[in-house]
């Protein structure tokens, strides 16, 4: 069974920049997360999507990030415009759907902000 | 508001060695309880989970972790630690409320020396 799939693994922009960073679930899986995790720290939730529809968004800076997952599969995070702050890994997670249910983590992406 | 401790930043033993790495939750409610394991440049691996029934978890390369509600705590044990065991170690809670949202603790690197 394939993972969680993420790209790109690796994206430095300078600050102000636009970026978006892509996900592709485990087959079958209608839960998705997006988590950042900045050095040092574990990860924080910044959103959840229950097949298309978002369950829990309250920890995204809406202001310049924004998600999406259409047709309840892939989905992309975007970042606009970036700030130094936003330095971190995005973590990108599936599970099946139930509440007891194991979250199954992508590699991540490492962004780098100058 | 649920929130997870990971009192040590790091955790040396020798190898062959029995390790523990600490955990304890704050919930409302009957938590859910994880151990994830991070490899440099890696995502995060699921190591084992707690939901209910027997407060004695085994889960992947021989680690084991007790659940213990009147001290709130959910401690990583292995009986013989390997050198490849060196990693980041993260705890994490949810709640059947939660919407299967992980709250994640700092993390506990883990040193394995020959």
């Known amino acids: 069974e394939a993972g969680v799939a993420q790209s790109p693994r690796y994206k430095i922009i300078e600050k102000r920049q636009s970026v978006a960073f892509w996900c592709n679930p485990i087959?079958?899986?209608?839960?998705l997360y997006w988590y950042q995790q900045i050095l040092g720290q574990g990860p924080k939730l910044l959103i959840q999507f229950q097949n298309n529809g978002v369950v829990d968004d309250s920890q995204l800076p809406k202001d310049r990030f924004s998600a999406e997952r259409l047709k309840g599969v892939d989905s992309t995070l975007k970042i606009q415009p970036a700030k130094l702050e936003d330095s971190a890994v995005y973590l990108c997670?599936?599970?099946?759907?139930?509440?007891?249910?194991?979250?199954?983590f992508g590699p991540g992406t490492r962004l780098t902000v100058l | 508001a649920q929130s997870v401790a990971q009192p040590e930043d790091q955790v040396n033993v020798a190898e062959g060695n029995p390790l523990t790495v600490k955990c304890t939750y704050s919930v409302s409610g009957n938590p859910y309880l994880f151990w994830y394991v991070q490899y440099p440049n890696r995502g995060l691996q699921f190591l084992l989970k707690?939901?209910?029934?027997?407060?004695l978890v085994k889960g992947s390369y021989g680690f084991e972790a007790e659940f213990n509600k009147s001290q709130t705590s959910f401690h990583l044990k292995k009986p013989s630690a390997l050198v490849s065991d060196s990693a980041l170690y993260f705890c994490a809670v949810s709640t059947p409320e939660g919407f299967q949202k992980l709250v994640f603790g700092t993390g506990t690197r883990l040193l394995v020396s020959p």
């Open positions: 997670a599936s599970s099946p759907s139930d509440s007891t249910d194991t979250q199954y």
């Open positions: 707690y939901i209910t029934g027997d407060n």
């Open positions: 087959s079958g899986h209608a839960t």
